[in-house]
């Protein structure tokens, strides 16, 4: 994946993008987009409350 | 005789040990160092012992004008100091080099070292400041915190490249103490701080503690007041709740790499005993990590994936243990009783070298439980900030390729998240076979600041784009600093469904990276 393999013309690219950009302004690609955005803010909501020190643990003594 | 030569042996090396502390050899062999050092020595290959007498060391001095001069019993002043070599030399070998006369074996000592240990002049608490080299790196392990310590013996300049290590003394320091002292050695390098004595340590953790308690004799300190401790040298405690693995793993590997040491708590558990006991709180300074063939494993639920998943131990200076001890993911978990509901649940744990009830080792569990980061206070983006824009950014772009819209792109990105110093970043551009010759002046002479978080994106043909982010900005401000073009494709692919408004619409986290693709 270095700059030495085969590279995509612009007009493959212009062409993919054409089709992602048509995808998204479909029902079905704006659906999956909104699903990907939903779960992205729910899991990043979790990690938030996981990583939280709380009480006991800032309080408990480390003395082994 | 100021010095004394042994063939090494662990038999010998207790024997030194009883010699300094004026204890039974008997007592050293208690010591779960013994068998931790046995082995050690032995995957060092140590051949010879070289015993100084009457070592004067700094931070036992603090601690022994601070406590130990003031107490009844008459405890020496002076220490020991044991080198190991991995050459076999004799006594009159050695005299040979203070006379100059045996040049060629004392250039052979100076590349054969493997460090030293010095002995305390107490009862029990024997293993002073100890700094011994790293097991082999062999591309799997990685001791990031290590830097140079330079031992004079008898005017030879000995070198080894480590991180200082030390046993609590019971009085003046506990594990927590300890685990900060080797911390700070590494970060005292790394944002150039004065490096605290462990008595000096433990008074300032304890400056502000509630009066009923006392200080010392020092019974253990709360991650709170090592965060206290952490302030006082200059630099700001960062705490993160880490009793998930996923979290641990991630956040202690963003920032080893940049060189920044940090402290685990942990909760040991004895799993020899029927009921599982609690043995209690315990801190360690995480120094290193391993990182097997094995796959990344994905973030539950989401399939992200992170290389620091594929960390398969950590090493740790335990100061109950020994330096560089070894911690394994190993995916036990440890039932034990919830405090909310009391129903048992298993918790995730990491194996540890501390000996059971049963005296057999492997059968105490760490339960993981924070991880306390020391940092330069212009470090000011956390790691999970990182984290959660690149994941936010990874989810559409596996969208669009699992829609068919990358062909290039055969399998999902994994990503290497870690906090960077500029200058070590520069020096990889510099010797990197990845980043084309033609790209690499302009990222040499950007400006860019001091500290700055790496997000690298690989497949398995390797890296496809490289993340710089701004880490000395405010958490609302545009953080993304540039992109590192390894791939022109997903480049130009990124450029160009970067002007798809429908696209990067709900891309909140990620929203820098896309307007800085549109405006190339």
Known sequence: MTGEVKRMSVGDLQKIAKNAEQWAQSDSGQKTIENTRKHVEETTAHLSKERIVDNQILRMPLNL | ?520
């Not at chain 2, 040979?96 to 030293?116: H, M, P, V």
Request: aromatic share 12%; charged share 25%; glycine share 6%.
């Open chain 2, 1 to 520: 005789m100021p010095y004394a030569i042994h063939s090494y042996s662990i038999e010998g090396l207790v024997e030194l040990l009883s010699q300094v502390a004026k204890a039974p050899p008997s007592q050293v062999n208690l010591k779960q160092h013994k068998n931790y050092f046995e082995n050690y020595f032995e995957k060092l290959g140590a051949k010879t012992i070289v015993a100084e007498f009457d070592y004067i060391d700094h931070d036992y001095l603090e601690d022994y004008s601070s406590y130990y001069v003031k107490c009844f019993y008459d405890y020496r002043r002076k220490c020991g100091r044991f080198h190991f070599f991995q050459e076999s030399f004799t006594n009159e070998d050695f005299s040979k080099i203070l006379s100059s006369e045996n040049d060629s074996l004392l250039e052979k000592l100076k590349t054969t070292y493997l460090g030293f240990i010095v002995a305390k002049p107490l009862p029990k608490t024997i293993i002073g400041r100890t700094c011994l080299t790293t097991y082999p790196c062999e591309d799997v392990r990685f001791f990031p915190i290590t830097r140079d310590y330079n031992a004079n013996l008898f005017g030879i300049e000995l070198n080894v490249k480590t991180l200082a290590y030390q046993e609590q003394d019971q009085v003046a320091a506990a594990c927590a103490t300890s685990s900060l002292w080797s911390v700070f050695h590494g970060t005292g390098m790394l944002f150039h701080h004065a490096i605290p004595s462990p008595i000096e340590i433990t008074q300032t953790a304890t400056e502000k503690s509630p009066a009923e308690k006392r200080n010392l004799p020092n019974k253990g300190l709360t991650l709170e007041q090592m965060g206290h401790a952490i302030r006082d040298v200059g630099l700001d405690p960062f705490l993160v709740r880490a009793t998930d693995e996923y979290i641990l793993k991630s956040t202690a590997y963003g920032y080893l790499r940049a060189r920044v040491p940090l402290v685990l708590a942990i909760q040991l558990v004895d799993t020899s005993t029927v009921d599982h006991s609690l043995i209690g709180g315990h801190a360690v300074a995480v120094t290193g990590f391993r990182v097997g063939p094995s796959e990344p494993k994905p973030m539950d639920g989401t399939g992200f994936l992170l290389r620091s998943t594929r960390i398969e131990k950590i090493y740790v200076h335990d100061d109950q243990i020994g330096p560089f001890a070894r911690m394994e993911f190993d995916g036990i978990t440890v039932n034990l009783e919830n405090s909310s509901n009391g129903h048992k649940h298993p918790y995730p744990s990491l194996s540890s070298s501390w000996r059971g009830e049963n005296a057999e080792c492997g059968k105490v569990r760490a339960l993981p439980q924070a991880v306390l980061v020391p940092l330069y206070h212009k470090i000011r983006i956390p790691f999970e900030i990182i984290h959660d824009l690149i994941f936010d950014f990874d989810s559409l772009i596996e969208t669009l390729r699992t829609e068919g819209f990358i062909p290039f792109l055969p399998e999902r990105i994994e990503w290497d998240i870690f906090l960077s110093q500029l200058n070590d970043f520069k020096g990889e551009v510099l010797t990197s076979f990845s980043i084309p010759k033609e790209k690499k002046e302009s990222l040499l002479t950007a400006k860019m600041p001091k500290f700055i978080w790496r997000a690298i994106g690989s497949t398995q043909e390797g890296p496809v784009v490289e993340f710089l982010f701004d880490a000395t900005d405010i958490e609302q401000g545009n953080l993304f600093i540039k992109s590192v073009e390894y791939n022109d494709d997903f480049h130009n692919f990124l450029k160009a469904i970067s002007k798809i408004p429908d696209l990067v619409k709900y891309s909140s986290r990620s929203r820098a990276i896309f307007d800085w693709f549109s405006s190339q």
